[in-house]
């Protein structure tokens, strides 16, 4: 008799709450792991391989594998009817662009506005009290013909059967009129965020010259509550008794996606393209030096103008002497510009932040074997790395990756701990003032760790 886990009653409930948890509800957090076979966490391979159909298998922004969904799953107990209930009765509506999976059609104006009249309590709108001048424009969320139109466009649940349920709706009547059905959210639909590194490099000969070594699409489904962090291997080799002294600083970027397990070790990495930058006493006409690191967000939103978010994470020239407002300074050209300790954690949130992401964020920053790297270490403060033997070598080469890891960890807590003290602080205002608070597109929270002084 197979497991529990593998039934396909089993993995529609999984889908079924994925779709609104992912998109309306908590952040897909791994909170703690029940006792599930793992045959059923190999992926889409192995659902494919089994001859599931279609519209079982896990995606992007229906993703059945996560474990919260699983663990949600085993708290509400077996059954559609309860995994049913749970999304329509616990997980409120919310007004935006974008869809979720299901059948795609239109609702006409009078359910639009039954809708987002729920979003609002109304005990609390019956104990508003008080006086609005007439000369003050006044919200009617209701008859907001934007807020109607973005309702109007709807998505429900479409079983394998071809019925068609809605939880939006408290009788869970379906009330729209369909016009197409989708086993997966057109790509048209979706939120998208574009992650992309440019690099500024200065030669005597072709002045400043840009490229893009690492560039990354996701969608803003995927990364709910799951921080990207971007970072450097960093290596220099530098040839002895070289004529001319030549430095070769290589850089090799790279992007860690946080799984929300308690470790970082074997979190999914994204490589991009290496580069190098050159310095040689001989040739100054030859040398590259790296003088400028910008993030670029790219935030894509249906039925929104697209937008590019910039941060530069190093500038060795410096805003004045961009200018004109001052010379540029003497750059180190002994010493890489950055190295692998500096790290950019990017938050790409579309809803509210589960507190209970600290935790787990907190957990992974505390490591007892790191603490005893560090006292072994100490060993080696006052020795020339050139006398350092093989045992030493190794013995630095785990204290960089755990400080790595550590300010990895410690970006990601800090970030969490600023979006849940934000959430708090919203819900708490809205409340006060008797609004509807909720986010209609990705926020982006950057925290980053810099080791080396950089100019302003």
């Known amino acids: ?57 896990s995606t992007v922004d229906a993703d059945h594998e996560d474990r919260f969904i699983q663990e949600k799953l085993v708290e509400i107990g077996s059954g559609m009817d309860a995994s049913f209930a749970y999304v329509r009765d616990q ?59 973005e309702a109007s466009d709807h998505w429900w649940v479409e079983l394998e059967d071809g019925t068609q349920l809605d939880p939006s709706f408290s009788d869970s009547s379906v009330r ?13 639909h979706r939120h998208k965020v574009t992650v992309r590194l440019k690099v500024e490099s200065h030669n005597m000969l072709s002045q400043f010259t840009d490229n893009v ?40 970027p790279y992007i860690l996606l946080d799984d929300n397990s308690e470790s970082i070790e074997g979190q999914t990495m994204i490589r991009g393209n290496d580069y190098q930058k050159l310095f040689s006493s001989l040739i100054p006409m030859a040398n590259t030096m790296l003088t400028r690191l910008t993030l670029e967000l790219g935030l894509e939103s249906p039925n929104k103008e697209a937008r590019v978010l910039k941060r530069d994470l190093l500038d060795r020239v410096g805003f004045a002497a961009r ?35 600290m935790g787990i964020q907190l957990a992974s920053s505390l490591d007892e074997e790191g603490y005893d790297l560090m006292l072994l270490s100490e060993t080696l403060l006052n020795k020339d790395p050139a006398s350092f033997t ?56 950057l925290t980053w760790s810099n080791s080396l002084a950089q100019p302003s």
């Open 1 to 57: 008799m197979s497991h529990w886990t593998q039934t396909l009653w089993f993995r529609f409930l999984a889908r079924l709450l994925s779709v609104f948890l992912v998109f309306q509800g908590a952040p897909p957090l791994r909170l703690s792991l029940p006792d599930i076979d793992p045959f059923f966490l190999l992926g889409i391979s192995t659902v494919q391989a089994q001859e599931v159909p279609e519209w079982l298998v």
């Open 91 to 149: 997980i409120g509506f919310e007004v935006y662009t974008g869809s979720l999976r299901g059948v795609w059609g239109t609702l006409d104006e009078a359910d639009a506005m039954v809708l987002i009249a729920s979003m609002f309590d109304p005990e609390l709108m019956a104990q508003a009290v008080g006086y609005i001048p007439e000369e003050y424009e006044k919200a009617d969320p209701v008859n907001d013909p934007d807020l109607i139109a």
């Open 176 to 188: 729209g009129t369909p016009l197409s059905t989708h086993f997966d959210v057109p790509d048209a």
């Open 213 to 252: 070594p690492l560039e990354q699409k996701f969608s803003a489904a995927e990364l709910y509550g799951k921080p990207l962090t971007l970072g450097h291997y960093v290596n220099t080799h530098k040839p002895l008794a070289l004529i001319g002294g030549l430095i070769t600083h290589n850089y090799a």
């Open 323 to 357: 200018h004109g407002l001052s010379a540029p300074g003497v750059a180190d050209t002994e010493r890489p510009a950055i190295n692998q300790y500096d790290v950019t954690t990017i938050n790409i949130v579309s809803g509210s932040v589960n507190d209970e992401l």
């Open 390 to 445: 093989s045992d030493e070598d190794d013995l630095l080469g785990q204290l960089v990756k755990y400080q790595t890891r550590q300010n990895i960890a410690k970006t990601r807590l800090l970030a969490t701990n600023y979006l849940v003290t934000s959430d708090e602080l919203a819900r708490s205002t809205a409340k006060q003032h008797i609004v509807k608070f909720y986010h209609d597109a990705p926020r982006v929270i």
